[in-house]
């Protein structure tokens, strides 16, 4: 009798598995014809070769159940991935460095010349309040007129932040890096700390130790950045415009940069990474100065050098002078024109336009 009934749940077993496999394969072919349209590739959204939108595979999910068992239900679920344009194969700093005129391309207020000095100024401030648009002249008060509407509230707030905590009393000199990664580097530590101008001497471009694409992180486009062919000129336009060189050096002579007083404007001077300062460099200097090492080695890389140097400089400055940033409101205004000018390419055609209008209202009252 038991084996009976053995025999019985057996073929009743049995018939259920295939009955169920039965369901699945029917509801598997309705689901298929139903659901098709999501495997068919998507259509492209553009010709152009450098975008490309293109169906990707997500991972399926699963759904339904019953007393009978669970039926598994995948379907999958159509999304598009992004082909982005790939970049420059060369580093937008190198290429920046390389090239005079794209340095002064991105500075578009007026600019004071260096026979003037600092005039009457107690530190040197570049700009002057007027920026070329067209065949006319417009200040700053009226280029942030011009743009404002074209510019969102959060990223005015931002340049309002970072103009805040700018300044001209110290700067940084780089003299003769080879490696565009450490470049990169300290530019992007100035502008994260408020050194608003940086000066770069004597780059070696045929020399590259590395790539070092998104280093900066777009940190050039803020700052102002100035080439020199020679220390002897760089050193000369500086000490004109009231700075004191400070360059970095392992010596006897040596000056701790804790001892020093960093609210006079002080031009820091960092070297190459393997020669360090030059000893054109050392002999037209005002002082050398150095980090304190405790450890085995003797120096810091010449990027990291650079940023503590600049961050103590903020640090004895906001001890001595109560803030960093120390622009009056006339030169906070002429800044915040002179980085809405900068937002993007389109900014310098709206001034325009704006110059034009400027113009021919005169002419319509008239």
Same mark, same amino acid.
């Given at each position: 009798m038991?084996?009976?009934?053995?025999?019985?749940?057996?073929?009743?077993?049995?018939?259920?598995?295939?009955?169920?496999?039965s369901y699945r394969r029917s509801f598997s072919s309705h689901n298929s014809s139903n659901f098709s349209h999501f495997r068919r590739p998507l259509p492209l959204l553009s010709h152009n070769s450098a975008f490309r939108i293109e169906p990707c595979r997500a991972p399926s999910r699963r759904y339904g159940s019953s007393t009978q068992g669970t039926i598994s239900l995948e379907m999958e679920i159509p999304d598009?991935?992004?082909?982005?344009?790939?970049?420059? $194969?060369?580093?937008? &700093?190198?290429?920046?460095?390389?090239? #005079?005129?794209?340095?002064?391309?991105?500075?578009? *207020?007026?600019r004071r010349?260096?026979?003037?000095?600092?005039?009457?100024?107690?530190?040197?401030?570049?700009?002057?309040?007027?920026?070329?648009a067209g065949n006319d002249y417009l200040s700053s008060l009226e280029i942030l007129e011009a743009l404002n509407p074209y510019i969102m509230d959060s990223r005015k707030e931002r340049f309002r932040n970072a103009v805040k905590h700018r300044t001209y009393s110290v700067c940084l000199v780089v003299e003769g890096l080879s490696d565009f990664g450490n470049v990169s580097a300290t530019f992007r530590s100035a502008d994260a700390l408020g050194i608003? $101008?940086?000066?770069? &001497?004597a780059c070696d471009s045929?020399? #590259?130790?590395?790539?070092?694409?998104?280093?900066? *992180?777009g940190a050039e486009k803020w700052l102002d950045i100035e080439?020199?062919?020679?220390?002897?000129?760089?050193?000369?336009?500086?000490?004109?415009?009231?700075?004191?060189?400070?360059?970095?050096?392992?010596?006897?002579?040596?000056?701790?940069?804790?001892n020093m007083d960093w609210s006079c404007p002080?031009?820091?001077?960092?070297?190459?990474?393997?020669?360090?300062?030059?000893?054109?460099?050392?002999?037209?200097?005002?002082?050398?100065?150095?980090i304190p090492m405790k450890g085995m080695v003797d120096s810091f890389n010449v990027s990291v050098a650079a940023g503590l140097l600049m961050h103590h400089a903020v640090c004895d400055r906001t001890s001595r002078l109560g803030c960093h940033g120390d622009l009056t409101s006339e030169e906070s205004q002429i800044l915040l024109a002179e980085f809405s000018l900068r937002h993007n390419d389109n900014t310098i055609r709206i001034a325009h336009e704006y110059a034009k209008r400027k113009i021919a209202e005169p002419k319509s009252k008239l």
């Open positions: 038991s084996v009976c009934k053995t025999l019985i749940r057996s073929s009743i077993s049995l018939f259920e598995f295939q009955s169920r496999n598009v991935a992004v082909e982005i344009p790939e970049e420059k $194969s060369k580093d937008t &700093v190198e290429e920046l460095l390389c090239n #005079r005129d794209d340095v002064l391309k991105l500075m578009k *207020m007026e010349l260096d026979i003037e000095g600092r005039g009457n100024r107690e530190r040197w401030f570049p700009y002057l309040d007027k920026a070329k608003q $101008s940086v000066h770069v &001497v045929s020399k #590259r130790y590395r790539e070092n694409r998104h280093v900066s *992180m080439l020199w062919d020679s220390v002897h000129e760089c050193f000369k336009v500086l000490k004109s415009r009231g700075y004191r060189i400070a360059t970095t050096h392992l010596g006897t002579d040596t000056v701790s940069v804790y002080t031009a820091i001077v960092v070297g190459n990474e393997l020669r360090g300062i030059s000893e054109v460099a050392l002999e037209s200097s005002d002082l050398h100065c150095s």
